[in-house]
């Protein structure tokens, strides 16, 4: 990508993901939460006038400590490009091993966002954890790190189709419109596929070894999809009992080793080559950067719906390190964290 050419992005992007979040002379303050972070409250955001009450959409996305302050970005950039954000449903899947942790969390949301319509999740982590096998990033065998794989089960039998997004992105277009993909007849997820990266390498030499392993793909175009953004369908999903499907390969990864890389493989493995696709401009992934190196991350060429961080580096470490990325500028208007001379006064 030329320089020309990535100015002109950021100029875009700068125009599509103006947030103006004006603070009043006394800010609101959420409860005091764990690493001594305060949020402010979010502004009020309201339905345009052809917003159907009966028009839902359903968002799934986990919550931690530590990633907090990238779900609460994420939540905002939702809403301030929503044209219904009353009409937006969002899902909270949390660790299940400390509550008071849990409802910290759930008074933070509840405090910066006191109009949103959301319900709390535990995962029962102890039981996730026997499945997972060590990868090369200890941040990915977290359990939460697994929650996609449960939607079906932890969600309202109602829910029929949701929205899952890994916390460490931001939209700057109506989450509608990825809500509304189509899944065909018989798909049971939807996402951007990327079928120029290098497939094999996310398995083992061990795997395509064994024609009783590789041959799962016989037949199927499997190309690599990035799991943090994903349209699914439950009730295809429950129908089909994928959750069994993607842990009986999980269950063969810890008695012999066929991929490397946390809880994607597990997916490509049951999904690869059977997905509806979606446009790029929906994950602009990537731009956490190289996970060895800490290098910065250029856009991909094309119109942009969403932004995500995914690989090590994160946006506001980065912000707070005064070393970030030329693109860290885009996240950095959703972020609800009250700065420390503030907490100072």
């Not at 955001?45 to 609460?72: E, I, K, Q, W």
């Not at 064994?210 to 429950?238: H, K, Q």
Request: proline share 7%.
């Amino acid at each position: 990508m030329s320089l020309n050419h990535l100015f002109l992005q950021l100029f875009t992007l700068l125009l599509l993901s103006a947030v103006v979040i004006s603070d009043p002379p006394y800010p609101a303050i959420s409860r005091k939460f764990p690493y001594n972070q305060q949020f402010r409250e979010a502004p009020k955001f309201y339905n345009s006038l052809n917003c159907s009450p009966f028009d839902h959409v359903n968002v799934a996305m986990t919550l931690d400590a530590t990633y907090l302050r990238g779900s609460m970005a994420a939540i905002l950039s939702i809403l301030h490009h929503s044209s219904c954000p009353d009409n937006l449903r969002f899902h909270f899947i949390s660790a299940s091993s400390t509550t008071a942790l849990y409802h910290n969390l759930k008074t933070t949301i509840s405090s910066s966002f006191p109009d949103l319509s959301f319900k709390m999740y535990a995962l029962n982590d102890e039981n996730v954890a026997g499945l997972i096998s060590t990868s090369i990033r200890s941040s990915l065998d977290c359990p939460l790190n697994y929650a996609r794989n449960y939607l079906a089960t932890l969600l309202p039998y109602n829910v029929a189709r949701v929205v899952y997004l890994d916390n460490d992105v931001v939209l700057v277009d109506d989450i509608a419109k990825l809500a509304a993909t189509s899944l065909g007849e018989a798909a049971v997820l939807a996402a951007p596929q990327y079928c120029n990266a290098n497939f094999r390498s996310y398995f083992t030499p061990s795997f395509w070894a064994n024609p009783a392993l590789s041959m799962t793909f016989e037949g199927r175009n499997a190309c690599y999809f990035n799991t943090g953004v994903m349209v699914i369908d439950l009730e295809r999903w429950r129908n089909g009992d994928f959750t069994t499907k993607i842990t009986e390969w999980m269950e063969l990864q810890k008695r012999m080793r066929i991929y490397e890389l946390g809880s994607l493989p597990p997916f490509l493995l049951v999904f690869a080559g059977k997905i509806a696709p979606v446009d790029h401009r929906w994950n602009q992934h990537g731009l956490g950067g190289d996970n060895f190196r800490g290098l910065c991350r250029d856009l991909h060429p094309g119109p942009v719906s969403l932004l995500h961080w995914s690989g090590k580096g994160k946006p506001w470490a980065r912000l707070d390190a005064r070393r970030p990325c030329p693109l860290d500028s885009l996240w950095a208007p959703y972020d609800l964290l009250l700065s420390p001379n503030f907490l100072d006064t």
